[in-house]
């Protein structure tokens, strides 16, 4: 079945470090790609998408690139703040009778001042 | 402010008891959703409903029910039935974008 698969965490790092967190997924159709963020004791709030192949999402200094041909949307930002650290979630949409995202397990960043 | 509000934020009940969530929104949203998040995992749906008197099951919706008799409205009850019931709860709403959803802050649903 359709799914998405997330490096485990947490990731650790120092402020101004380069993140990046790995998002596979497998899907029968043509998914879109999420990442969502939960900060501490709060809901999601969707960070980025990417709808086709190719396509780049970005927001607040944070970049995926929707891959078809490795199945990633993996999320980078260049330089990370201590305000960063939450949980990310990756996930994928597809338009089928559902409409409902799949979620991968989350991966939480902790930045160390 | 436009948004969902899920109320109470943290819950206590006893085994055996039922349970209401309480899940508003004020976006005009036309579809709703309940997730559960359990520690290290992702969220799982429970149920949702694309419309007003309609709701569909979700991946784990055994030991849950709903009702949607408002367009704001979407309470989730948690019945004795769930095995389970100890869980972070989490309501969203989406409008013509349906992958764009919208979220609450959460209920912690503790069960002893």
């Known amino acids: 079945g359709d799914s ?5 965490g947490p990731v650790t790092l120092s402020e101004e ?5 790995n998002c596979t997924y497998t ?17 999601l709030q969707l960070l980025l998408k990417a709808t086709k192949a190719d396509d780049k999402g970005s927001n607040k ?10 199945t990633s949307f993996h999320l980078e930002k260049g330089s990370v703040q201590v305000s960063d650290s939450a949980v990310y979630f990756c996930a994928l949409f ?9 979620f991968g397990s989350g991966t939480r960043l902790l930045v160390r001042p | 402010d436009g948004g969902i509000t899920q109320s109470p934020k943290y819950l206590f009940r006893k085994e055996g008891q ?4 309480s899940c508003e929104q004020n976006l005009n949203h036309d579809a709703m959703y309940w997730y559960r998040q359990d520690p290290g995992q992702g969220l799982r749906l429970i149920y949702y409903s694309q419309i007003v008197n309609d709701f569909q099951k979700g ?11 408002k367009k704001e409205s979407f309470p989730l009850t ?15 709403s989406s409008g013509q974008e349906h992958y764009e959803q919208y979220f609450g802050p959460g209920t912690r649903l503790t069960v002893t």
């Not at chain 1, 879109?32 to 809901?43: A, D, K, N």
């Not at chain 2, 948690?78 to 869980?87: E, G, I, L």
């Open chain 2, 18 to 21: 039922n349970v209401t969530l």
């Open chain 1, 61 to 70: 200094g944070f970049e995926a690139t929707y891959r078809k041909e490795t």
């Open chain 1, 94 to 102: 597809l338009m089928d009778s559902s409409y409902k995202l799949i």
């Open chain 1, 27 to 43: 899907a029968t159709g043509y998914p879109s790609l999420f990442w969502y963020v939960q900060y501490p004791g709060e809901g």
């Open chain 2, 78 to 92: 948690v019945t004795s039935a769930q095995k389970n019931p100890t869980a972070f709860y989490l309501c969203a």
């Open chain 2, 59 to 69: 991946d784990i919706a055994e030991g849950y029910s709903v009702s949607r008799e």
């Open chain 1, 4 to 8: 998405v698969t997330q490096m485990e």
């Open chain 1, 17 to 21: 470090a380069f993140l990046t967190i």
